[in-house]
């Protein structure tokens, strides 16, 4: 079955920088996009950013570009997430989810999500 | 920017009651609307897709309709496995999720 399985978060001062990745098994990885979603403790869920299933096209929200990269390594199966300069309202659960449709990574809904990894923000 | 506006934000009610969660979205998505469930201390699992289509496996008193900018999230007999927060998204442009909706058994 679809596994997605986040790790790399952790306790970071503001300003400092975070990799997180996201290994995937169970699909052919390289014919799906993916997505990175964060959610706040206690808040709702708000996407992040979106890489194509060959890696050539990515978007990112408002509040994290020019700060975070989305990259893919299709040889390994794994989503990255690289965040810089960041901020105490970075602290968040960051999940990867796999667009639903075959090479459709645009115009898609999530499924499935992966477990979440939290990144806390704080001196 | 699309924004959607869930409501309620809570809800209480009692085993077999008929639920509704509404979702409305700042302008028209046609029918690129999904609704995800979430349990506290896990990820949000896919219930329905395109407003009214039943992801396989999830039981069928879950059912969505709607299109354009109003939308709905039935569950026809509440059961206590319901217990979670209900989430709708649209992905007609990028992608947008409401605030959620928590739903609680009585």
């Known amino acids: 079955q679809v596994q997605l399985e986040e790790s790399g978060g952790g306790v970071v001062q503001p300003g400092r920088s975070l990799r997180l990745s996201c290994a995937a098994s169970?699909?052919?990885?390289?014919?799906?996009?993916m997505h990175w979603v964060r959610q706040a403790p206690g808040k709702g869920l708000e996407w992040v950013a979106v890489i194509s299933y060959d890696g050539s096209n990515k978007y990112y929200a408002d509040s994290v570009k020019g700060r975070f990269t989305i990259s893919r390594d299709n040889s390994k199966n794994t989503l990255y997430l690289q965040m810089n300069s960041l901020r105490a309202e970075d602290t968040a659960v960051y999940y990867c989810?796999?667009?639903?449709?075959?090479?459709?990574?645009?115009?898609?809904?999530?499924?499935?999500w992966g477990q979440g990894t939290l990144v806390t923000v704080s001196s | 920017d699309i924004q959607m506006t869930q409501s309620p934000s809570t809800l209480s009610a009692s085993v077999g009651d008929r639920v509704t969660i509404t979702c409305r979205a700042s302008?028209?998505?046609?029918?690129?609307l999904a609704w995800y469930q979430q349990k506290p201390g896990k990820a949000p699992k896919l219930l329905i897709y395109k407003a009214s289509s039943l992801e396989s496996g999830v039981p069928s008193r879950f059912s969505g309709s709607g299109s354009g900018t109003e939308f709905t999230l039935t569950i026809s007999s509440l059961q206590p496995d319901d217990s979670a927060t209900y989430y709708c998204q649209q992905y007609n442009s990028y992608w947008t999720f409401g605030q959620g909706t928590k739903v609680e058994i009585k």
């Open positions: 169970g699909f052919t990885f390289n014919t799906y996009g």
């Open positions: 302008q028209s998505i046609s029918s690129w």
């Open positions: 989810a796999k667009s639903a449709r075959l090479l459709e990574w645009f115009g898609n809904w999530f499924d499935p």
